[in-house]
């Protein structure tokens, strides 16, 4: 035993302070890049690494419960609905109040040098054109020929040199609408390109409209004809909306619903709700929500928020904060409450871009129900008519952030909707242009314990090197303390071990 301090002590006593200064420099360092390295991936995908590793690989290397593998064959029914309802919301939708490529959003990139879309934005949009304005029959009309393959070329240039080739054979309405939304540089030029596809778009339509009924190729072809006829005339009545023809827009508007009522994939019906918002006419607001806001009909930041600003616009006017909390709320007040955590519950990002806590850019293309995105959509168009109502927004700030004590556990269990889709940030971080906009996540992510434990560890080790470096011999005789008292409980077991087996059986260990 005698041996074992005395080489103890010789081992100590022949560590230098230098060797004390590498030793917490090297640690220093280590942890300095393991924390750089868990910052930088938590900032890009939102997770720690090292949890993410330990979680898919030494979780069920220690025995832990492998989640691919089925633990239960009977899954509750409300589950597997629960698990439906989270895929729906995670879809992409496409934008109603999208921008004008030329006049808009082109633009904005002349002006300022920076991409509002990215590039799986306009991939998405690319899709949605070959799908909508392409049929198998194309190969049967040259001008529609050209223009299938226009529609899957990535070079806008190209693009717009196929519109103009196809236009050349005969008057087409899918070449105008190219035309219209990407080589027009204001709104005006817009309008002039979608009413001479209005004429195109009608003829096409009449003629497939008397033959659809002759076959599936017809019937593909009319189907096409119609998705042409009725986007055309829905960019129409939002380039009267931009040139303030308000009123026209609104009818325009109406009667593409009537004459078109099962074509709810366009969502007509918001863009609809926006124009009569400008026009204050908020007694056809209620009459378009009482049919859209509707238990069996899928929802949006729009419907849920435009439901909360009129019953808001009833009491926001005389609404104290501080009447309230002496008085109560009353059954007026309570209502617009309860809209606006319903509404915040759909869309917990969509205040901070009202109350202008956050800033706004170009909406994208498309949009996630419930994401970042389609909170920058509404708001984008929508705070004006937030602005117009008096003390709107002031009930928005005072109640919206009540709406996260109903919820705890937002991605668990919601209260009037289904949990809030984990995908969002994922799908968000695709569509926003992450370069000038930081992406909104809910529930907000606390940082990982390795990061906070990593950036302690590499302050704690930093200081230990500076202050090794300048106290040399006073930091040797606390180092030597410190791994003496490290030690003591081992020599205090190792004297207790020797005390009790016979020293012949100790020598013989103490040699092996």
């Known amino acids: 035993m005698f041996g074992t301090e005395s080489s103890l002590s010789m081992f100590l006593n022949t560590l230098t302070p230098k060797f004390y200064v590498a030793l917490t420099g090297t640690s220093s360092l280590i942890s300095g890049l393991i924390l750089i390295f868990e910052w930088w991936y938590f900032r890009k995908y939102g997770t720690s690494f090292i949890e993410q590793v330990s979680v898919s690989h030494l979780r069920p290397l220690l025995g832990g419960v492998d989640n691919s593998s089925p633990t239960n064959s009977s899954t509750s029914n409300g589950d597997a609905d629960s698990n439906r309802q989270s895929v729906s919301e995670c879809k992409v939708w496409r934008n109603p109040l999208n921008l004008f490529r030329g006049a808009e959003y082109n633009r904005y990139t002349w002006v300022t040098g920076r991409e509002p879309l990215t590039y799986y934005d306009m991939n998405l949009s690319a899709q949605d054109h070959q799908t909508f304005f392409t049929c198998d029959s194309d190969h049967l009309r040259p001008a529609d020929a050209i223009m299938q393959k226009a529609w899957r070329e990535r070079n806008p240039q190209a693009r717009i040199s196929a519109a103009h080739e196809a236009l050349e054979l005969e008057d087409c309405a899918t070449a105008y609408i190219l035309l219209a939304e990407e080589e027009a540089t204001t709104i ?118 435009t439901a909360a600003l009129l019953k808001a616009r009833a009491v926001s006017d005389k609404f104290s904060p501080e009447a309230a909390s002496r008085r109560g709320l009353s059954t007026a007040e309570m209502n617009a409450v309860e809209a606006i955590h319903r509404a915040v519950e759909f869309n917990p990002h969509v205040p901070k871009y009202l109350l202008e806590m956050k800033s706004l850019i170009l909406p994208p293309e498309h949009i996630l129900k419930r994401g970042d995105s389609e909170a920058i959509a509404y708001a984008f168009f929508h705070l004006q008519h937030w602005k117009r109502v008096e003390g709107a927004l002031n009930l928005l700030h005072c109640t919206w952030e009540g709406t996260f004590r109903m919820i705890p556990y937002p991605l668990e269990k919601g209260h009037l909707f289904y949990p809030y889709p984990i995908c969002t940030e994922t799908a968000d971080r695709e569509l926003l242009p992450t370069v000038f906009h ?63 087996l016979p020293s012949s059986l100790w020598h013989q260990l103490t040699r092996i």
């Open 438 to 500: 930081e992406v909104s996540v809910y529930p907000k992510k606390e940082l990982p314990f390795f990061i906070l434990f990593t950036a302690g560890l590499c302050s704690f080790t930093a200081m230990l090197a500076l202050l090794t470096h300048q106290f040399p011999e006073l930091m040797g005789v606390f180092a030597k303390a410190f791994l003496s008292t490290l030690f003591a409980p081992l020599n205090f077991i190792m004297e207790k071990v020797e005390s009790i």
């Open 188 to 305: 005006v030029e817009a309008e002039k390109l979608f009413k001479q596809a209005v004429k195109a778009g009608e003829g096409c339509y009449r003629r497939s409209q008397q033959l659809q009924h002759h076959g599936a190729q017809y019937e593909a072809q009319h189907r096409r004809d119609t998705n042409v006829l009725v986007y055309i005339k829905r960019r129409l009545a939002m380039c009267s909306r931009k040139l303030g023809r308000t009123r026209e827009a609104v009818k325009m508007m109406r009667d593409l619903m009537k004459e078109f009522p099962l074509l709810s994939m366009f969502n007509i019906h918001e863009n609809l709700l926006e124009s009569l918002l400008e026009l204050q006419n908020y007694a056809d607001v209620q009459a378009v929500l009482a049919k859209y806001d509707d238990i069996s009909l899928p929802k949006s930041a729009t419907i849920c928020y």
